[in-house]
């Protein structure tokens, strides 16, 4: 279930973060006027100020290697703000007591490039490969060790959790997933072979490795959320459910309900 057991009640310190906009900078002068800046590790509760991606960027920032990561509360003050709530001066204490959390787990990836190094991120959206020629890249997808599809030629594929399936995954026509669904969507970027593969829905235990065929003359780069790893040969990716990453959301506007509405196109 993504439901957190934290005690709300018990809020008192805030440490705010913002982004670069001049909205956000403003924003957050006005705060820590009225409220205070707690130190992060010293604050019951992180709030943001400004759109999606300072938000992954914070949960990035505060993921907890081991258990329940510091709980994130959004505001918009930046552009896109999908996982942010309204921004409002007034009651903030009261709105964080009264708020819903959502628990969310990253992706891990491991990365082996040309050269043999291996190298390792956490990823709250997906994680894609995506070409990096003229021609089109050409996968084979193995899931939990058995090879599923042999050759995949597309200008890439990604695997998003259920926070960010409306992300880059919807842009590149995967499903919504409902955030509690024990689920990850295998979504396949401008697929030209085989034409009617349209991805596929994989429990969220599942283990994924897509290896990366004739890369000397189609090279590709695995990204997870911020960070890119060039000239991959092999990418492993799973769901790490040790880490548990905390989103507040004002009643009636959690993560399940904005999913929801997102489906019905509102």
Do not use: C
């Not at 800046?37 to 914070?58: F, K, R, Y």
């Not at 505060?62 to 896109?80: D, E, Q, T, W």
């Not at 009261?94 to 891990?108: D, F, G, K, N």
């Not at 593969?197 to 189609?218: I, Q």
């Amino acid at each position: 279930m993504n439901t957190a057991v934290f005690p709300r009640s018990t809020i008192e310190t805030i440490a705010f973060v913002a982004g670069d906009t001049e909205d956000a900078r403003a924003a957050l002068a006005r705060l820590t006027a009225r409220y205070g800046n707690t130190e992060p590790e010293q604050a019951d509760v992180i709030v943001a100020l400004g759109g999606d991606g300072l938000m992954l960027q914070t949960l990035h920032r505060f993921m907890n290697g081991k258990g329940a990561s510091k709980p994130i509360y959004g505001m918009h003050r930046g552009s896109v703000g999908f996982l942010m709530n309204d921004f409002r001066e007034d009651r903030l204490l009261e709105r964080l007591r009264a708020a819903e959390i959502s628990i969310v787990h990253p992706l891990q990836m491991t990365a082996t490039d040309r050269a043999g190094q291996v190298h390792t991120a956490r990823a709250i959206n997906e994680v894609h490969l995506l070409r990096r020629s003229y021609q089109a890249a050409k996968l084979a997808i193995h899931i939990d060790g058995k090879e599923r599809l042999p050759e995949l030629i597309a200008d890439g594929v990604l695997l998003a959790t259920p926070a960010g399936s409306t992300a880059y995954n919807l842009s590149a026509n995967g499903p919504i997933l409902p955030l509690n669904a024990t689920l990850m969507a295998l979504t396949p970027i401008s697929a030209f072979r085989p034409r009617r593969w349209r991805g596929a829905l994989l429990p969220d235990r599942a283990h994924v490795t897509v290896a990366v065929l004739e890369a000397d003359k189609r090279p590709v780069s695995a990204v997870a959320d911020h960070t890119q790893v060039d000239d991959v040969l092999r990418v492993d990716i799973a769901m790490d459910h040790g880490i548990d990453l905390l989103m507040m959301h004002d009643p009636g506007h959690s993560l399940d309900e904005r999913i929801l509405r997102e489906q019905f196109g509102y």
